[in-house]
């Protein structure tokens, strides 16, 4: 009964506000105009519209794409979430149901997933395993001293880490688990106010790059998050990149809200007024559209990232191993296609021009930006409910995949002229985020569809 009253408290509050057009005065836009009337056209340091996106998303995209993540291989994602946050410790844990995760049990995974090795082909799997034990401490030249035994060890995870834009979980600590992704799908939980705030809060003032005289509300709901003038190209990249994020989750949490909790049942579904306090430009004093502008600019990036990285997939010895051969089989087939239609799209982002200019201002730069967004890696470990914890740490670790194959020089060294590198490479852990995190950014952009027509029904 709570809930609901809120709910309608909050429905009510929404619609006088919008009809007094804070002053009384009716004002003349439509809902949907108020939300999506400056989301249109082409998009800032792109040469790519919105129009051309959705086309390709809602129609080319997202059905075929989404039929791949409910296969095996991406629905099982390996997660811990009991690291402590590295931050702070008053952390006030969720205790809603709908905030909780149910692990997998160690039979409900497929044996192929949590082998140890990919087993691509033969030939593979030995040169992988010979990499694994050369990973291990004992298997280091045992004529060394320990201590340099331990030294070599760290100099192959520095190299190791060197491209990498998150700070991935240890899927070998006992704390990590198996997860379905299907049976613990991102939603509205009830988690929000103050402890959620600080989060995003964190993630603006302390890990963005902007101009010094911006100053944020703590609210990240409230207007002052949009502002990134007088920044280069890369610095104003990365904060479209987490403000296109942080849009995007709100997304989902608009349309798959919980609009009924009885003991009989509940029931999720769009709720129109909780997208309009998020991305209404009366509501949010302008800043909403901006927000849904960087959505479309996340998904640039992102699909330029799935573009670059083909030749990695369509290797012979590359499969989605899960031990079935004929799933295996038709799932690869299924990821090729997608990623063809992807290389296809027309107006892909340009990534040439970031970290361009003087090389060492420009490795200066990009070792910020790595380390900026490593840091809001480790931020996800803070988050108090296990749910948004999840989802969070996998979209992060999807989109920081996506800045690994965009910018890794062994990746850039070796495609395409030269063919696929065998230096490069992607463990599952970040196949299964890459693709999860672009399957969550391709479902916002199909929801903004459908919230438009929603919209228009309301004035």
């Not at 291989?73 to 009991?82: D, Q, W």
């Not at 207007?223 to 920044?231: N, T, V, W």
Request: charged share 25%; proline share 4%.
């Amino acid at each position: 009964m709570g809930r609901r009253w809120g709910l309608l408290v909050g429905v009510l509050g929404a619609v006088w506000l919008l009809g007094s057009g804070q002053g009384g005065r009716q004002p003349a836009e439509s809902a949907a105009q108020r939300c999506f009337c400056q989301v249109s056209g082409y998009l800032d340091d792109c040469t790519c519209d919105v129009e051309t996106i959705d086309r390709f998303n809602n129609y080319r995209l997202f059905p075929r794409l989404q039929n791949l993540l409910e296969s095996d291989y991406f629905r099982y994602y390996k997660v811990n979430l009991k690291r402590p946050c590295p931050f702070w410790n008053d952390i006030s844990q969720c205790g809603r149901r709908d905030c909780a995760v149910k692990p997998c049990q160690s039979d409900e995974v497929p044996d192929g997933i949590k082998s140890v090795s990919y087993k691509y082909s033969e030939e593979a799997n030995s040169l992988i395993e010979e990499c694994e034990q050369a990973e291990r401490l004992g298997a280091v030249d045992e004529s060394l001293s320990e201590e340099t035994q331990k030294a070599v060890l760290q100099w192959t995870k520095h190299d190791d880490s060197s491209d990498n834009f998150c700070e991935a979980d240890d899927i070998q600590s006992p704390d990590a688990e198996y997860v379905d992704l299907l049976l613990n799908p991102e939603r509205y939980t009830g988690y929000k106010g103050p402890d959620a705030w600080k989060i995003w809060n964190v993630i603006y003032e302390e890990n963005c790059f902007k101009p010094q005289t911006i100053k944020r509300p703590l609210n990240p709901l409230a207007s002052g998050q949009g502002k990134s003038e007088g920044l280069c190209v890369e610095k104003r990249a990365f904060y479209r990149l987490i403000s296109g994020l942080h849009a995007s989750i709100n997304v989902h949490l608009s349309a798959r809200y919980l609009l009924q909790d009885t003991w009989l049942e509940k029931k999720w579904g769009h709720n129109v007024t909780e997208f309009q306090q998020r991305f209404d430009g009366i509501l949010t004093k302008g800043e909403g559209p901006r927000r849904l502008k960087n959505l479309y600019f996340l998904y640039l990036i992102e699909l330029r990232a799935l573009s670059k990285v083909v030749p990695f997939f369509e290797r012979p010895d590359f499969q989605l191993f899960t031990g079935n051969k004929i799933q295996d089989a038709e799932n690869k087939m299924l990821l090729l296609e997608i990623l063809h239609e992807i290389k296809s799209f027309p107006l892909h982002f340009d990534e040439n021009s970031f970290f361009a200019g003087d090389k060492k201002e420009a490795n200066k730069l990009k070792e910020d930006f790595r380390l900026h967004f490593r840091n809001i890696s480790r931020i996800m470990d803070c988050v108090g409910c296990l749910k948004c914890r999840l989802w969070g740490k996998l979209q992060t670790q999807g989109l920081g995949t996506a800045l690994k194959i965009l910018f890794s020089e062994k990746l850039i060294a070796n495609m395409p002229e030269s063919g696929p590198s065998y230096e490069f490479h992607l463990t599952r852990q970040e196949i299964v985020s890459l693709f999860n995190a672009f399957g969550r950014i391709s479902t916002s952009v199909k929801e903004l569809e459908n919230f438009r027509k929603l919209l228009q029904n309301i004035h």
